[in-house]
């Protein structure tokens, strides 16, 4: 009896010991998986950034600087890139890229109804859905209900796929808080 107890014990002690070495093996791959993806994802974002940087253009390179400063959380120094170089984006893709990095500063600086301005123009370059909801965003963030509405049911209708399905939902959302404030009004 006592050996069966021995050899139950010692059993069960080896269950449980290479089942705790076996999630901790599965851990630790699961742990390297994930940093190898992520310095993955890290290499190819640099290298879009060097790619942008050393570009034909003088257009992609601020750009990418402009990008790179907003990434780095300076926004004044985004408006400084690109605000006196604007005129240099022909191309309206570039341009609407441009506007958008503007329009964000300004929005991180607390200018939202500015930075509407600026994501009216890369609507104007761009015009999608996305952009459409974005130029949304900031009327709301000012204040502006009225234009805010207008551009939440546009997006919406006009929806090209661009829009995430958590942003459509969101516009709808605020479609309806925005109805009622105006229902209530005096």
């Not at 600086?109 to 104007?124: C, I, K, W």
Request: proline content about 2%.
């Amino acid at each position: 009896m006592s050996v069966n107890n021995k050899i139950t014990n010692n059993s069960l002690k080896d269950v449980l010991k290479f089942g705790c070495l076996g999630l901790l093996i599965g851990f630790l791959i699961i742990v390297f998986v994930e940093i190898k993806l992520s310095y993955a994802e890290i290499t190819t974002i640099r290298q879009a950034f060097i790619t942008r940087l050393n570009g034909d253009s003088e257009t992609q390179y601020l750009l990418a600087k402009a990008e790179y400063s907003g990434l780095n959380g300076d926004t004044q120094e985004v408006i400084n890139i690109l605000l006196p170089n604007i005129k240099k984006f022909t191309n309206r893709f570039e341009a609407a890229v441009a506007y958008q990095l503007l329009g964000t500063a300004e929005f991180q600086l607390g200018h939202p109804l500015l930075a509407a301005g600026y994501f009216e123009l890369m609507y104007a370059n761009n015009p999608t859905s996305k952009n459409l909801y974005t130029l949304a965003l900031a009327y709301d963030g000012g204040g502006n209900l009225d234009k805010a509405l207008e551009k939440f049911a546009i997006a919406i209708s006009a929806n090209d796929g661009s829009m995430q399905s958590q942003e459509i939902a969101y516009a709808q959302q605020r479609i309806q808080e925005i109805m009622v404030i105006k229902n209530s009004a005096p």
